[in-house]
Nanobody, 128 residues
Framework: VQLQASGGGLVQAGGSLRLSCAASGLTFSTYVMAWFRQALGKEREFVTVISRSGGSTFTTDSVKGRFTISRDNAKNTVYLQMNSLKPEDTAVYYC??????????????????????WGQGTQVTVSS
């Protein structure tokens, strides 16, 4: 299984970026997909998650209304559209996948240890 994240970069505050995560080696439509981020010196934290069909999403409060997760099961890809970026959004962004996770429970969907597969991360830097 491989998760290949891309789309990171340097952007000014208020700008936008779209991250992509292309999956291979798994039956993509049977996996819950999520985005986490890790700022320098901090723990990895949950950002957002999307159900297998794409019909349900959950997003952490700090990015709600600015970030949107979506997926294209035909392309085996999950996306993270990030708008109105702030310097505090600066982090390495990771995509994650799991087949069994029950995302209705917050303690499940936000737990790093619940996800089986991880991408390599893509750096997002927001300048003020």
């Amino acid at each position: 299984v491989q998760l290949q994240a891309s789309g990171g970069g340097l952007v000014q505050a208020g700008g936008s970026l779209r991250l992509s995560c292309a999956a291979s080696g798994l039956t993509f439509s049977t996996y819950v997909m999520a985005w986490f981020r890790q700022a320098l010196g901090k723990e990895r934290e949950f950002v957002t998650v999307i159900s297998r069909s794409g019909g349900s999403t959950f997003t952490t409060d700090s990015v709600k209304g600015r970030f949107t997760i979506s997926r294209d099961n035909a392309k085996n890809t999950v996306y993270l559209q990030m708008n109105s970026l702030k310097p505090e959004d600066t982090a390495v962004y990771y995509c994650a996948a799991d087949r069994e996770i029950a995302i209705l429970a917050k303690r499940n969907r936000e737990a790093v240890g619940k996800y089986e597969y991880w991408g390599q991360g893509t750096q997002v830097t927001v300048s003020s």
